[in-house]
């Protein structure tokens, strides 16, 4: 089958600040066909989301229009159109809540999902709704803390079908700016992985979270004076951030049920950092929680017409 050739019932699209990726679906919530570029947010004006996602998606809009429903940054202040975001304690999405963005393309309905706010603590979530929406999809009745691992990783707690509160940690952030911008990137070259310093690491952050600068320099002083490998070196800067991210929201996962959302990999190393604080932390895929969160909204949004 061709890209023309499909036909697709709506399109899902997951719009963030580096990259764009869309979905064509059948009514099951059966994906026909992906696409992906790197029009992100980030890289475009206002004047610029719908000739991007038509670049994208044309070819599966040759044979009729199909609704689009979209979630991340597409929906921010700096986005294609600001989808205000929803105050908690409230469920992760509402189609009522969703905003139509303008659009000059006949075949184009376009439906973007807001996302999420807290006052105290102040906190935003944008995008990492749906994935919520979606792994409560996938796990019906579930009652717990939701860990998102990511640039900007979230910690929610889940009880009765609504986000009750939430936190977010730059942790991810923090180890691409340490690692590519600082001093530090001299002695973390490659890719290489240390599971033991790794976990060393995250135990020596959890109790004494107030040493990570001293910690942090460490790496550098080790490479130089005392041979640190690379390997290990990257693990520690990975144990070190994500311990003591665990150490402040030991509240969200200390004797609670946790379930990852997010990548394979870092997920991995969550789960193993959660592990040895005896936390058996079950994972889902971060791309199966998002299209399971938009197939519930296009179905809710259907079923309201």
């Known amino acids: 089958m061709t890209k023309a050739q499909i036909t697709p019932d709506w399109i899902a699209v997951d719009w963030g600040t580096s990259n764009l990726r869309a979905w064509a679906m059948d009514a099951s919530g059966k994906v026909l066909a992906e696409a992906t570029s790197q029009e992100g947010m980030g890289k475009l004006a206002r004047d610029g989301f719908e000739p991007a996602l038509l670049r994208l998606i044309g070819p599966w809009l040759e044979n009729g229009p199909a609704p689009v429903f979209a979630c991340g940054m597409v929906g921010s202040r700096q986005g294609w159109c600001e989808a205000p975001y929803r105050s908690v304690p409230c469920?992760?999405?509402?189609?009522?809540?969703?905003?139509?963005?303008?659009?000059?393309?006949?075949?184009?309905?376009?439906?973007i999902a807001p996302g999420l706010k807290q006052t105290q603590p102040a906190d935003v979530m944008r995008g990492e709704e749906t994935q919520i929406a979606g792994a409560l999809s996938l796990m019906p009745g579930y009652d717990g803390i939701l860990c998102l691992p990511g640039t900007h990783s979230k910690w929610a707690q889940i009880s009765a079908g609504e986000v009750v509160s939430f936190q977010t940690f730059m942790t991810g952030e923090m180890f691409a700016l340490l690692s590519e911008a600082s001093v530090l990137r001299h002695g973390l070259q490659g890719d290489g992985w240390d599971d033991t310093a790794f976990v060393v690491a995250v135990?020596?952050?959890?109790?004494?979270?107030?040493?990570?600068?001293?910690?942090?320099?460490?790496?550098?002083?080790?490479?130089?004076?005392?041979?640190?490998?690379?390997?290990?070196?990257?693990?520690?800067?990975?144990?070190?951030?994500?311990?003591?991210?665990?150490?402040?929201?030991?509240?969200?996962?200390?004797?609670?049920?946790?379930?990852?959302?997010?990548?394979?990999?870092?997920?991995?190393?969550?789960?193993?950092?959660?592990?040895?604080?005896?936390?058996?932390?079950?994972?889902?895929?971060?791309?199966?929680?998002?299209?399971?969160?938009?197939?519930?909204?296009?179905?809710?949004?259907?079923?309201?017409?």
Do not use: M
Not at 91 to 111: F, G, K, W
């Open 203 to 305: 135990s020596d952050a959890l109790s004494r979270p107030e040493r990570l600068g001293a910690r942090l320099f460490a790496l550098r002083a080790e490479g130089l004076i005392a041979g640190l490998a690379p390997p290990a070196a990257r693990a520690r800067l990975s144990g070190l951030l994500i311990g003591t991210e665990l150490a402040a929201a030991r509240p969200y996962w200390l004797g609670q049920r946790v379930t990852l959302v997010g990548a394979a990999k870092l997920s991995a190393a969550y789960a193993r950092a959660l592990k040895a604080q005896g936390i058996d932390a079950q994972h889902l895929s971060v791309t199966d929680c998002t299209l399971a969160g938009l197939s519930s909204l296009a179905l809710q949004t259907e079923a309201a017409r």
């Open 91 to 111: 469920t992760p999405l509402d189609p009522a809540a969703q905003v139509t963005a303008p659009t000059n393309d006949p075949r184009l309905s376009v439906h």
